[in-house]
């Protein structure tokens, strides 16, 4: 198994910019994906954006595409969240998430809602002040 730590979380003003880290640790070997989701205060889950760990294809939500920017560090076995031009309906719990089976493509229904991913971390908090 995999197990993973973020970081990077804190308070942030509108229009500022955070990079989340999240370092997996374990069974990195098997990657096939991973990504990030977020939940806001009373809302459901939301994805944000993923990668293919070995091709480096990114697939965004259509809120975060033109803000955010997803990267891997293969040697680091770490994942990150590039967030520029944060605004305030970015506050959430940001959580990253491991697929290391690859049941299905990154751009799927299925990989966006995150119910068969292997491993999730902890989560780190972004708030975006007005």
């Known amino acids: 198994q995999v197990q993973l730590v973020e970081s990077g979380g804190g308070l942030v003003q509108a229009g500022g910019s955070l990079r989340l880290s999240c370092a997996a640790s374990?069974?990195?070997?098997?990657?096939?994906?991973m990504g990030w989701f977020r939940q806001a205060p009373g809302k459901e889950r939301e994805f944000v954006a993923s990668?293919?760990?070995?091709?480096?294809?990114?697939y965004y939500a259509d809120s975060v595409k033109d803000r955010f920017t997803i990267s891997r560090d293969n040697a680091k076995n770490t994942v990150y969240l590039q967030m520029n031009g944060l605004k305030p309906e970015d506050t959430a719990v940001y959580y990253c998430?491991?697929?290391?089976?690859?049941?299905?493509?990154?751009?799927?229904?299925?990989?966006?809602?995150?119910?068969?991913?292997?491993?999730w971390g902890q989560g780190t908090l972004v708030t975006v002040s007005s």
């Open positions: 374990g069974r990195t070997f098997s990657t096939y994906a």
């Open positions: 998430a491991a697929d290391q089976r690859g049941f299905s493509s990154i751009n799927s229904p299925e990989w966006v809602r995150g119910n068969t991913l292997d491993a």
């Open positions: 990668i293919r760990w070995t091709y480096g294809a990114r």
